[in-house]
């Protein structure tokens, strides 16, 4: 324990305690949302900018690029500043940008402005953390946890929803401006109702830490959020930026051990648990965030869904996460081993998922129901107790920086897991199509019938022969097509519910401890 110990901290009651709570989830979940909301926007933005589909990818990297690297560093801004001032200037800070973005008529004004909102709403993800779980007593902490976990699951998930609609609706340009009032009021209640920690020494700059890890880390994510669209190592871009990020990756962890006041504190890996809750966050991040990138590209791509028609149906999946909370609130404070509620939130997961790989052509939103149910339960009774794994029996700045670099490695376990899906889901629809052509051929009586079927009613409508031909063989191809993408996505579900059963072991060497405290993991060195 630091000196900064839990006996030091003065924690806020009653009406203050939940204003300042409910103040920080809602600058989390504003971060998150901003992760996704403008995913299924790309399009009518690209329109309106005059941007390629590959410029207009910019618009997400840099943003994920500027969050990543911030991430792991609010701990240190925190205590620089004060975490009063950081986190309020976080809020002020992406607020403006959002505003900006909104405002923005050219693309690369809009990269811009969103790197500045990335670097803005990175500050907050961590520090709202360390601000809800400082704000419970040890005994309590299951309470944040819940607030937490639940914002950090249904954040991505409404992105989506939230960024369709309003460009369905409205325009793009409200995606952003959306923003402004709320920032503006979360401005005013965090510098009302946050505290500044006790005890804590303003820390000097680690400029070359600072450095290595900016080169090394947005490094890495832009050769995650890029390399599907570059072809990955046959681009020389992504080939230079994978030296870049191993080089400064490496003089990252020499520098930060060797040094006196790190920017980021890796020896506080030192402890166990904090090293296997960071490790499981990003294991959770590759599979939320990845099912959750294919799902509806599966659905609209294979099924024929709309974006509309694909949010609406999620939304109930998220809702009965509430119900997954209560839950798993109700099993920690009871004192049930966390590796239990773990394991039980992954064999959900991995039910889901292997629900879902059995989808067909007549699939349909009755039959996703109940596998979103059981995701929406599985999710919370995963990312809880990892919440807690990963932060137990740390208080003051070193809360803040075990929350830092627990949620840096979600995140890119996020990227990690969209790129590996697309690589996979890639190559494997090349290899079912392959399987599938030999199968159309004149000595198959199901292939022939199909297509002549359609040639006849092609001529019925007035086509001329060959016309009529072409027209059936290009239509043949459509649906060969589309049964290959729907064999593939069915395989990505199945591979992801078995390559999840990789992380048992280490659930397993999980030190718990049962003390009177719930969620109170013992400290290994």
Known sequence: MTPDSSATITYPTGAAKWILVATAVSCAVLELIDTTVVNVSLREISGNIGATTTEIAWVITAYSIANV???PLSGMLSNLFGRKRYFTGSVLLFTFSSFMCGCSDSLWMLVAWRFVQGIGGGGLLSTAQSIIMDAFPPEERTSGLVVFGLGIILGP???PILGGYITDNSSWHWIFFLNVPIGVVAAFLSWKFVADLPGIVKPKIDVLGIVFLAIGIGSLQYILEEGTTADWFSSNDITFFFILA???LILFVIRELNTSEPA???RLYRN?????????????GIIMTGTLFIFPLFVQVSLGWTATQTGAFMIPGMLVTVVGMVITKKTL?????????????????????????????????GDFFWPFMIRGVGAILMVMPVLGLATAGLTGKDLAQAVGLSNMLRQLGGALGVALLNIYLSHENAYVRNNMIPFINPYNPVSTDYVNGITQSMAANGYGPDESSQLAWQLTDTALNKQA???????????????????VPLILMIRYKKTAAPVVMTDAH
């Open 485 to 503: 993408l729907l064999v593939s996505y069915n395989h990505g579900f199945m591979i992801v519910a078995l390559i999840m059963l990789l992380a």
């Open 264 to 266: 980021v504190n890796l």
């Open 157 to 159: 998930s409404f992105g």
């Open 246 to 248: 191993v080089i400064g």
């Open 69 to 71: 690297i911030v991430i």
């Open 272 to 284: 166990f648990n904090l090293a296997m809750g960071s490790l499981m966050n990003l294991i959770v």
């Open 333 to 365: 404070e009871k004192g049930v081993n966390p590796k239990v509620i773990i394991l039980t939130g992954l064999a959900l997961t991995s039910i889901y998922l292997v629900m879902l790989s059995f989808s067909s052509p007549d699939s349909n939103a």
